[in-house]
Structure formats: C-alpha cells, structure tokens
C-alpha cells in the first residue's frame, strides 16, 4: 500500500519535472480533457432555441486555422450571438468533448403603445422608436428608445419628462411594450442675462435676440422655450448687432442655459465681450487690375467717412463693387475690404482692395434640403450659373436673398473643389419650413366698429415661390373680400408681377351718411432700382357708388323742397341759375323736407350721378433705409404715390401724395419718429373733381380728430353736414415712443407722446344742382388754419396682433356759422381711439 503511494507520488514529481522541461506535454493532454474537440460547427450542440434555427446560432461560431473551433472562436462566436438581441441570455458548455450552446431567446413585442402623452402624438413616437411590433424585444434598444422620447419633448420645451418602459409578459414568449410617459410642465426660459453688456440696455440686447423670457402671454408664444440651437443662433445674431453699430471688436465670449431648479427654467446668460465703438477714418479704393477705374467703384460706397462704422454697410459695398467690376468685364476680380483701426482716436481706416483673382469656374451648383421647393426657385437667387465665373461676393448675396426668402429654416452655401483645379461645385443646403398660413382674426376700432376676417396666405404657393392670398372681411361697418397673386420673377427677370381682385362696402356711420361700394381689380409690377429704392408702377380700374336712406334724399321728389334764400345786399337773384356764381351767397333754409334730415349736395349728385368706372394708372417710388421694417429704431423711409385718372373711365385727375418718416433713437430704448406728409388732386381735361376722389382726412393727418374730420364741410343748415374732402392737404408729426421698464420687454407694449399738425383745404367739387335749385355751402375751407393736437399712445405688438390706444386732444379745431343763421359747425374730433387686429 505504501510503495502504491509512493509510486503515484513519484508519478507526480515525474509529471512536474518534465512538465518544466518539455513544457507540461503530457500534463495539458489531461487538463484538455474537458475542451472541445470538434472539428466543424456542425458538431455544435444547441439547446433552448425554438423561433431561431440551430444551424443559425452554428453559423456565428467561424472554425480557426485547421478547422478547430478554441477557445478564441468560442468568445467571437458568444460575442456575435449577444449582438443580434435575438438573445437574452447566451452560456457556452462542454460535455462529452462537445460545445453545448444554450440560448434564452428575447420574447416577440406583440405591441407597443403610450400612455400619458398629450403634447405629442402616438403617431409621432411610434415613427422615432426602433422597438416594432412583431419584433424583438432588445432592453438596450428599449432604453435607446427612451432617450429618443425625452429628445423629442426636448425639442418642444419640456425638460421636466420622464419616461419607464414597461414590459407586460405574454403567452407563448410574447410582451407588450409600454412606455409610460410624465410630460410635466414646459420648461421655458425664465431669464435672460447679458453678462459685460455697457453700451445698449437690457431691453435693447433682448428685442434683438429671437429667444423670450416666459410671461403670463407664453401661451400664445413658442420662443420663450428652451431651444439650444435658437440660442446659439442668438449668438450670431448679437455679434452682428454689436458689428453693425460700431463694435468691430466685440466677442459672445459664450451662450450658456443652466436649468435653475428653483425658478423651474432656463436661465440663458450671454456673456459679451464689447470692446470700443469705432467711427469709419479714411476711406480709399484701391485698384490691382488697371483698367478698372477706382473712382467708378468709389461711388458704389454705403457709407462716408465718420459714419459709425456698420459691418452690414462694409459688406453690401463689396458686393456693389463687385457687380460695378464685373459689368465692365472682370468677372474674376475681387474685392477685399482691409481695416487697419486707430485705437486712440477709435477709428478704422478702410481699404477696398480690387484684385484680379483666380480664374474659378462654377461647374455644378447642387441644391439639397427641398423637398416642397422647386430647384429653379433657389436657384433664380443666384446672380451667377453654371459655366460662370466664381465669385464668392455673389454667392455670399444669396445667400443672405434665399434668407430673407422665409421659405427655409436654415439656408447654408459650402464649396468643394470641382473635376478640375478651376473648378468649383457649390452646395446649397437648406431646410424647409411652413409657408402657408391659416388666419382667423378679430378686431375693433371706432372708425369701423368691430371687425372680423378670415384668410388663407402661402408665401410659396405650391413650392413656386409665388404668394397667394384669399381674405373675407365682415364687420360693422365694412365688408368685402380680396384675392392676390403675386408672381416674384416675372418673365424670368428679377421684377415682381401682381393682379389683385377687392369688393369692399362701408356702411353709413357716425362720420358719413352714406353707403360706399367698390369693387375692381388691380394690375402691378414691383422691382428694386438698387439696394434702397424700388418702383412699384400699377394700373387700377374700380367701379363705384353710394346709396342713401330715403330720409336724407327726398327734397328732390317734394313739393315742399325749400327756397334758397339770399345773403343781404348782394343783389342776385338766387332763382336764376345764370347768376349763381362764386361770388353768390345762397343758403337753404331749414324747413319742408330737411325737417328729417338731408344729406349734403355733394352726395346726392353722386347718388344721382350712378356707377362710376374709374380707370388710373399709378406708380409709387420708395427709399428704405430703416433698420427694421417691423420694429424700425433707426432710419429714413420716404414714398411717392402718384395717380393719372382718365385712362378711360368716367372721371379724370391727378393725385399726388408723398410722405416721409424718420426713425433716429435719442437715448437707449427712447426712439423719436418724425413724419411728414402732403398732397394734391386736381382735375383735368375740363373735368369735375368728385367728392369721393378729393382727399378725406381724420386721425391719419392729424390725432384728435375723427374720420373725415378734418376740413371742408357742407354747412347747410337742415343737412347732415357731410364731409366734403379736400384737394389739398399737408401734415407733420413728431412722436417719441418707449418701453415700460417695470415690464418685460418681450410683451411688446410701449408708451408714446405726440404732437400733431396739419390742414385739409381747397374743396373743387360742385356747389350748385340745377335739378332743385339748391347752392352747396362749403364751411371750414382755410389754407392758413392748422389743425394742431397733443397726446399720448400706448402700443402693443401683441402676439395677438398689433394694438394701439390714443388719447389725443385737439389744441386748435376750425369753427364756422352757417351764412343765413344755423348751428354752429366745427371739424369732428375723438378723444380717444383705439384700433387693433388679432390672429389666432
């Protein structure tokens, strides 16, 4: 029994000292016993499955060099298996000298469903997650998932969500998957801060940013939410603020969003580095290419010397010089505008340097992102094709045009190098957002009563780039409808092409006894003649009339009409229509059928006189230079409306208007607006001027007084003193307007003071109907009376639509008596006016 031992123990020593010399040979044919030894995947036993094939699972297991399958083909194989998700667990045994593969395999998603979602559709989520019915369930797939809604209600405002996948068990290897959704409150931005801030107020910095503080209006509003690509948009936009107002230094050092837990938002801090104002020094151009002359391109300049220096200005000089070079035939050349900034004096010396440039050409200009936008509607942007020359000035100008467009979200223009070396592909990628517009709105002033319309607008009608809109009005006191279309690139050129179509009625009111109906159509074109000035010429044909109450037009069906009576001492027989001339005096006095009520003279001729077809031609030139078109701060804007009547149709005249408004901010957040305004009408060809085609003003001349207000009147006693309009008119306005600081400023609502003045005079219609032998007693007629008035505003650019609320008081109103005894009659005035429109 001992030597049994000691012959085993021998054994042992044996097996370890020649394990060390011929390295445990014969050892590792023991310690193997328990490793495969298959040959082929074949061999592979799989256990456990029952939708997968055996032969399936055998296929991920790849046999090594000499067809074995070891230890490192085991792993990969294990590893493969894992990575379908087919599986939710995966072993690997060995018994017998085989490889035992057993697999638990993921159930079938019957279903997948959510509950507690209002604020995004099932239909929504369902195309975001991965997980599928009839699919299988993959718990790394379900938590992707997961992070794929909660970026969804990221995207919309809300933070504070939460969202647990459930899983419910059914027969057969079956489960529902349900994700349980916590929407919680939006998250909006709470504050907005402005960290290193000196030169422009808070209220400033925040109107030029597109995000919003939340405010008790959030409801009606989107961009008080939460949006890190808004905010980083904002970024861009206050750099080029700061730029274009003098600040070439400046640096958004960053734009952070920290969710405060206390305030339950964001707080979104801009922190600017501002640096000094720059004034523009010396100005020069310099030419490279001789046979450009620099004076030709020096007046294509934007600015002068010791203007605030304006980044935008810099860069639309670049472009005009480089269209000026390319008209005389460089197309290559280049212009690279060079500062070199005096920081004593806080100035920049700019230089325009003209060069010839590398001769590029554009082989292939791709558009990509459209999906409802036509390619030639991008691509009609371009003042450059295919085949033409590379100028990177003009791919710069459009892509600022198919920004102001409004079709697209983003609008991004890259390049990548051609199939040449002077060849150049340009990529213009953008993506699309909604162009059409379904409106309800509401409104009321005291002019038109309360008032309702309902609109379809598309500014890309059917992804043409064309504008369309159908509007129906019905108020109080005005009805009607309109229907415009407006063609952008008539003919292929850059000039727009416009046919209107308008039916309006306005009811008889407080300041006008009398119906009006007009209905007509109207033809325009539109182009720009360079960056400020446009030409809008228009040709218009309407037909129009009046309709009165019995009451205020039966003198001329009764016997009981009134004599006309003669002013003392003036010797003229009032009976004789020869004799009234304007030297005659004549009154009506007040008895037989005006005892109810007559409308003026002027009216009933035009009642009298029927339809009138009215056929002008117009055109409007206007110089733009303001800042901004919705929210000017800065800037001049000037129009001419003129008007030639008698091409065909049933009166002729000319009218002119011309108006003019100045925007220039005298403190931070105090902007003063000063307005002029004037014009004339007259008649020709012999022609008499109507009461409808003479100007009627109110508080569009002159606040505190009401509509058609202002200016001639019929004095006739017994009538209902009708305004009679004036061929003449001139006012001035000067209006200064601020935020309330205990507001926030993003609810839009600003304080103003004004002062107003101006006249109406010079009526030209009839006086005298032969029909009743009546004479027409024109009052309140003065070219040297102003009409003056004080008061104050309160402005709303509500999400709602723009309000407005005036309270004005008239300091000077003309006064007269009617010349054979009467009532006094005086200009109309309105203490207050109110007017205003919603959208919803």
């Not at 504070?160 to 459930?166: L, N």
């Not at 990529?427 to 379904?438: C, R, S, Y």
């Not at 109207?522 to 960056?531: C, D, I, P, Y």
Request: hydrophobic share 35%; charged share 20%.
């Amino acid at each position: 029994m001992g030597l049994s031992v000691r012959r085993v123990r021998g054994l042992a020593i044996s097996c370890l000292i020649l394990g060390g010399i011929l390295i445990g040979a014969g050892c590792v044919t023991l310690a193997s016993t328990g490793v495969a030894v298959a040959q082929t995947a074949s061999s592979i036993v799989v256990e456990g499955s029952r939708r997968v094939e055996p032969d399936t699972i055998r296929s991920y297991f790849k046999p090594g060099p000499g067809g074995r399958i070891g230890p490192e083909q085991e792993d990969e194989g294990l590893k493969s298996l894992v990575a379908t998700g087919l599986f939710s667990d995966v072993r690997i045994s060995h018994t017998g000298g085989r490889i035992v593969v057993t697999v638990v395999e993921n159930p079938v998603i019957n279903r997948v469903a959510f509950e507690g979602n209002k604020k995004a559709k099932d239909e929504q989520l369902t195309a975001e997650v991965q997980s599928k019915p009839r699919g299988t369930l993959s718990r790394p797939t379900v938590q992707a998932d997961v992070q794929r809604i909660i970026e969804i209600y990221h995207r919309t405002g809300r933070f504070d969500i939460s969202v647990t996948p459930k899983i419910i068990e059914l027969p057969n290897n079956r489960v529902d998957l349900v994700f349980e959704i916590k929407e919680g409150e939006k998250t909006g931005v709470k504050d907005l801060r402005f960290v290193g801030a000196n030169a422009f107020s808070y209220g400033r910095l925040k109107e030029v940013v597109k995000t919003s503080e939340s405010n008790w209006l959030s409801f009606l509003q989107t961009t008080d939410i939460y949006d890190p690509d808004r905010v980083e948009a904002d970024r861009d936009l206050l750099r080029r603020f700061y730029l274009k107002h003098g600040y070439a230094d400046v640096r958004i050092v960053s734009a952070v969003g920290e969710y405060d837990p206390a305030k339950k938002g964001f707080v979104v801090t801009f922190t600017i580095d501002e640096g000094n104002q720059y004034r523009v020094g010396n100005v020069e151009v310099i030419s490279n290419v001789r046979a450009i002359d620099p004076a030709i391109l020096r007046s294509q300049l934007k600015f002068s010397t010791g203007n605030v220096y304006n980044a935008d200005l810099v860069e639309k000089s670049v472009e005009s010089m480089t269209v000026q070079a390319a008209k005389q035939g460089y197309a290559f050349a280049t212009v690279r505008p060079r500062g070199e900034r005096n920081f004593e004096a806080r100035t920049i010396n700019i230089a325009f340097v003209v060069e010839e440039g590398a001769r590029a050409y554009i082989e292939r200009i791709n558009v990509r992102g459209n999906t409802r936008t036509r390619d030639y509607v991008i691509r009609r942007e371009f003042d450059l094709g295919e085949g033409d020359a590379y100028n990177r000035a003009l791919v710069d100008r459009a892509e600022r045009r198919l920004k102001n467009l409004g079709f697209f979200k983003t609008v991004r223009i890259t390049n990548e190098p051609g199939s040449a070396p002077d060849r150049v592909v340009i990529n213009v990628d953008v993506e699309e957002q909604a162009t059409g517009e379904f409106s309800v709105s509401g409104g009321y002033s005291t002019a038109d009563g309360f008032i309702a319309e309902v609109s379809v607008v598309d500014r890309n009608l059917m992804g043409r780039g064309n504008y369309g809109k159908a509007s129906l009005t019905y108020g109080q006191r005005t009805r009607g409808f309109d229907l415009s279309f407006v063609e952008p690139y008539l003919f292929g050129y850059r000039m727009a092409g416009g046919i209107d179509l308008f039916a309006r009625q306005n009811l008889a009111s407080n300041y006008v006894s009398y119906d009006s109906q007009t209905i007509g159509t109207n033809l325009r074109l539109g182009f720009a003649l360079t960056e400020e000035i446009a030409f809008q010429p228009r040709y218009t044909f309407y037909q129009q009339k009046i309709t009165l109450p019995f009451q205020y037009n039966n003198c001329q069906f009764s016997n009981n009409a009134p004599a006309t009576g003669l002013l003392p001492g003036t010797g003229v027989n009032p009976g004789n229509e020869g004799g009234l001339g304007n030297t005659d005096t004549t009154v009506n006095f007040p008895n037989g059928c005006y005892s109810d009520g007559e409308a003026s003279l002027a009216v009933r001729k035009e009642l009298a006189q029927g339809p009138v077809n009215v056929s002008l031609v117009g055109y409007t030139v206007s110089y733009n230079t303001l800042d901004n078109n919705k929210l000017p701060t800065s800037g001049l804007f000037t129009e001419l409306r003129q008007d030639f009547a008698g091409v065909g149709g049933d009166v002729k005249f000319i009218r002119t208007a011309v108006e003019a408004r100045n925007y220039y901010e005298v403190f931070s957040d105090v902007v003063s607006v000063f307005k002029v305004q004037a014009g004339n009408v007259t008649p020709w060809g012999g022609a008499d001027l109507r009461m409808l085609d003479q100007f009627q003003m109110g508080p569009n001349l002159v606040r505190g007084f009401s509509t058609a207000g202002i200016g001639p009147r019929d004095l006739t006693p017994g009538t209902t003193n009708d305004a009679l309009g004036g061929s003449l008119y001139w006012g001035a306005s000067v209006e200064a307007q601020t935020p309330l600081y205990f507001l926030p400023k993003d609810i839009g609502i600003k304080v103003a003071a004004f002062a107003d003045a101006g006249n109406l005079w010079s009526y030209k219609g009839p006086t005298f109907w032969n029909v009743t032998g009546e004479t027409l007693q024109v009052g309140l007629d003065n070219a040297s009376f102003i009409r003056t008035s004080v008061g104050v505003g309160m402005l709303w650019d509500s999400p709602l639509g723009p309000l407005r609320f005036d309270l004005a008081y008239p300091l000077t109103k003309y006064c007269a008596t009617p010349a054979f005894g009467g009532p006094e009659v005086c200009d109309r005035t309105q203490f207050f006016r109110f007017s205003g429109g919603t959208k919803f």
